[in-house]
């Protein structure tokens, strides 16, 4: 199990951070039940983070988070809408569908704390700041948004549990906060000084940020088949399983993963995504008093799960002793139960041959009568019975230089994101270049022109309908 925690008071490069590990017997020995922690999981996008969440609720439905004080306040999938407010005892009957920042929609899992910070204004930070000097508060250094919605919550929750403890955490899991910070950077750390200090002042809040590091590479690929994927799926289909309107033309152009997502456009392309992700973290890590915990996507001895609550929350709190270590009778931890066996939760994507029937479909190869599930059947049929091909061919596939600078950026970025492994059996270079060697045919992508130019393809087309009929 690896743990890579950073330590706030280093300085120096991010690649050359010192980390600290914190072991099983240190963490049992650790018992300062008194600490109230906000915990905001940052994500990035496309590390299990839809995953972690529904986690989250599934912990907050059958109880054991609220047991011990912890609160959800904010997830992006699996929301909740009756759950808290049933532990408020509140008898709303309205919540907003919007996300806007407000009393009832926090209530309800509802809200979106991105949109509410980015009303964070710097020069009323500043102006609260020279007045507290002079004995004057009236200005509010964080966003009305935030004193309206999530702090009123969080004071009222803060009451609600010292009735019974002097402990009360809350987390917030928002992988868009990531964008937030990097497009806030300029303020230098005015921002988290001043939301730092403001949770200090709801309720002595310790801020715990935690990040997911996975392979650029494997994160690459994902990041491009989603892309594919909305580009079909979340289009409004017709009763055939056809979309209604042909995606746009930039989105139609994200076809070759390396050559198109590897362009260097400043900060907002892919290849520059890994950096943003690196100096996010660095803008946290250097703050006094936020503490930082990065956690392995790649562990090969622990779930994703397991990583994030034994590996990233607080150890010094009854939840950790509950979901983490094993009773006196040597029973299997509350994580390791529900959450210690590995599985997959990637998405079903698109096969090539459902890209090719869209595209086919988009070249008006393809009559509106016929359903789409059908045609697909029918070109794995053509494909492997009578042409007596793979299902690959037809791909075009990166450069060998492609490949090794995918490789190399692949591997800076995981220098810079664990500076120190801890256990170099789990997670090493050469295990990294392992792994990426056997994944290079994932980075390969369907060349439908090819395909649609074929004179044994355009013949299919041609005949669509009866060949459809005949498999």
């Known amino acids: 199990m690896n743990h890579y925690y950073v330590d706030p008071s280093k300085e120096g490069n991010y690649a050359t951070t010192?980390?600290?590990?914190?072991?099983?017997?240190?963490?049992?020995?650790?018992?300062?039940?008194?600490?109230?922690?906000?915990?905001?999981?940052?994500?990035?996008?496309?590390?299990?983070?839809?995953?972690?969440?529904?986690?989250?609720?599934?912990?907050?439905?059958?109880?054991?988070?609220?047991s011990h004080r912890f609160h959800v306040l904010e997830i992006q999938s699996c929301r909740h809408t009756d759950k808290q407010i049933q532990n408020l005892e509140r008898n709303l009957t309205i919540i907003k569908k919007s996300t806007k920042a407000t009393y009832d929609n926090v209530l309800a899992g509802a809200s979106w704390i991105p949109g509410c910070f980015f009303e964070f204004n710097r020069s009323a930070a500043d102006e609260y700041t020279n007045r507290f000097a002079a004995n004057d508060s009236k200005v509010s250094p964080m966003p009305d948004c935030w004193h309206e919605s999530y702090e009123r919550v969080m004071t009222?929750?803060?009451?609600?549990?010292?009735?019974?403890?002097?402990?009360?955490?809350?987390?917030?899991?928002?992988?868009?906060?990531?964008?937030?910070?990097?497009?806030?950077?300029?303020?230098?750390?005015?921002?988290?000084?001043?939301?730092?200090?403001?949770?200090?002042?709801?309720?002595?809040?310790?801020?715990?940020?935690?990040?997911?590091?996975?392979?650029?590479?494997?994160?690459?690929?994902?990041?491009?088949?989603?892309?594919?994927?909305?580009?079909?799926?979340?289009?409004?289909?017709?009763?055939?399983?056809?979309?209604?309107?042909?995606?746009?033309?930039?989105?139609?152009?994200?076809?070759?993963?390396?050559?198109?997502?590897?362009?260097?456009?400043?900060?907002?392309?892919?290849?520059?995504?890994?950096?943003?992700?690196?100096?996010?973290?660095?803008?946290f890590r250097d703050h006094p008093n936020v503490t930082l915990h990065i956690i392995n996507m790649h562990s090969q001895d622990t779930t994703l799960e397991q990583e994030f609550f034994?590996?990233?929350?607080?150890?010094?709190?009854?939840?950790?002793?509950?979901?983490?270590?094993?009773?006196?009778?040597?029973?299997?931890?509350?994580?390791?139960?529900?959450?210690?066996?590995?599985?997959?939760?990637?998405?079903?994507?698109?096969?090539?041959?459902?890209?090719?029937?869209?595209?086919?479909?988009?070249?008006?190869?393809?009559p509106t009568k016929i359903s789409k599930k059908s045609v697909i059947a029918a070109m794995k049929y053509f494909q492997e019975e009578k042409l007596k091909l793979k299902e690959m061919d037809f791909y075009v596939c990166p450069t060998e230089k492609e490949y090794q600078r995918l490789l190399q950026y692949s591997l800076s970025h995981e220098r810079e994101m664990l500076p120190h492994i801890l256990n170099p059996i789990h997670l090493t270079e050469k295990e990294h270049i392992k792994v990426f060697e056997e994944a290079k045919m994932k980075m390969c992508h369907l060349d439908t022109n090819a395909v649609l130019n074929d004179p044994a393809w355009i013949n299919f087309f041609k005949n669509i309908s009866e060949e459809v009929l005949s498999f």
């Open 18 to 66: 010192t980390t600290t590990a914190l072991s099983s017997s240190s963490r049992d020995n650790d018992d300062r039940s008194n600490n109230n922690y906000f915990i905001l999981h940052v994500g990035p996008e496309k590390t299990g983070t839809t995953t972690l969440q529904c986690t989250l609720k599934e912990l907050e439905n059958n109880g054991i988070l609220p």
């Open 156 to 283: 009222e929750l803060r009451e609600n549990d010292r009735k019974t403890s002097s402990s009360s955490s809350v987390i917030v899991s928002n992988e868009n906060m990531m964008v937030f910070i990097n497009r806030r950077m300029e303020y230098g750390t005015r921002f988290l000084d001043t939301f730092t200090q403001s949770l200090q002042h709801i309720g002595n809040y310790h801020l715990v940020v935690i990040a997911t590091y996975r392979r650029y590479f494997e994160w690459l690929h994902s990041e491009y088949k989603q892309t594919l994927n909305g580009n079909v799926n979340r289009e409004e289909t017709n009763e055939k399983g056809w979309p209604r309107a042909k995606p746009s033309e930039s989105k139609e152009g994200e076809k070759q993963i390396i050559p198109s997502f590897l362009q260097e456009k400043k900060q907002f392309t892919r290849l520059g995504h890994a950096h943003s992700i690196t100096q996010v973290l660095k803008f």
């Open 310 to 366: 034994c590996n990233g929350f607080p150890n010094d709190t009854s939840l950790y002793k509950t979901l983490c270590t094993s009773s006196n009778q040597n029973k299997s931890s509350v994580i390791n139960n529900q959450f210690g066996e590995k599985k997959s939760n990637a998405r079903n994507y698109l096969s090539s041959y459902a890209e090719l029937a869209l595209s086919a479909y988009w070249e008006g190869l393809i």
